[in-house]
């Protein structure tokens, strides 16, 4: 751009001087004079047309150094998308899947807490899809490294700042649902951790006296908080729940 505004100029005082060439002189120059002062001009205006050509030389260079850059440039995202085990195909779905999640999460962060824990199946879904994002190697770009860290932080912070929604579990039969506080405790929808049973029991004492004894039918409330080694503690169980 610089080459090209030198050139304008050039080209702009080469006009204006053939434009004033005359226009600057009194009537009664002499012809030596104005031999001296046409030889002197066209000094000028070869020095200017030879430091046009240069000028415009060296755009030419600038342009095909351009392009050499531009092509170097994109062989070297080829090699890096290969490296990554991707391609440019690959490089835009990834942002394209990236910029869909974080939409979503600034959606979900949107929603009233309340509405919020009625979209569990909507945090989850985006949960798996961080992970995926996360174990993909197009990660390692330093961009996506930086999205991909920001989304997984503030996802954990709106996860964690979650209202709990308790549920509802009907006992069934030991004949056909196999329920005990373990097996109850181990279902996917629950808990997932057949040691987080003693979880239900302390939530539901009032009704459990013995955590070894349940009842088909008894409605038992199912917490719906992180698991933590509290949650898997036995204290107690001997004390109460065998004598």
């Given at each position: ?65 351009l ?12 090699d ?139 409605q ?24």
């Amino acid at each position: 751009m610089k080459y090209f505004n030198k050139i304008l100029l050039l080209a702009g005082f080469a006009v204006m001087f053939a434009s004033q060439a005359f226009a600057q002189y009194p009537s009664d120059f002499s012809k030596d004079q104005a031999d001296s002062t046409i030889s002197f001009r066209r000094t000028e205006i070869s020095g200017m047309t030879a430091d046009l050509t240069t000028q415009s030389d060296a755009l030419r260079q600038a342009n095909a150094d351009l392009q050499q850059r531009i092509v170097d440039n994109s062989k070297c995202r080829e090699d890096l998308f290969s490296m990554l085990g991707s391609d440019r195909n690959g490089y835009n779905a990834y942002r394209e899947r990236l910029a869909r999640a974080e939409q979503e999460l600034s959606a979900l962060r949107a929603l009233p807490a309340d509405q919020l824990a009625q979209n569990i199946a909507r945090v989850s879904a985006l949960e798996t899809e961080i992970r995926a994002l996360r174990d993909d190697k197009l990660v390692l770009i330093p961009d996506h490294m930086t999205r991909v860290s920001a989304l997984s932080s503030n996802f954990m912070q709106m996860k964690h700042g979650m209202v709990p929604t308790n549920n509802m579990y009907t006992v069934g039969t030991w004949r056909e649902n196999r329920d005990c506080l373990w097996n109850i405790a181990k279902k996917p929808e629950i808990y997932n951790d057949p040691f987080a049973w003693p979880k239900i029991w302390r939530a539901n004492m009032d009704q459990i006296h013995n955590p070894d004894i349940i009842h088909p039918g008894q409605q038992l409330q199912i917490v719906k908080t992180e698991i933590t080694p509290a949650d898997r503690d036995l204290t107690g169980y001997h004390h109460r729940g065998r004598h």
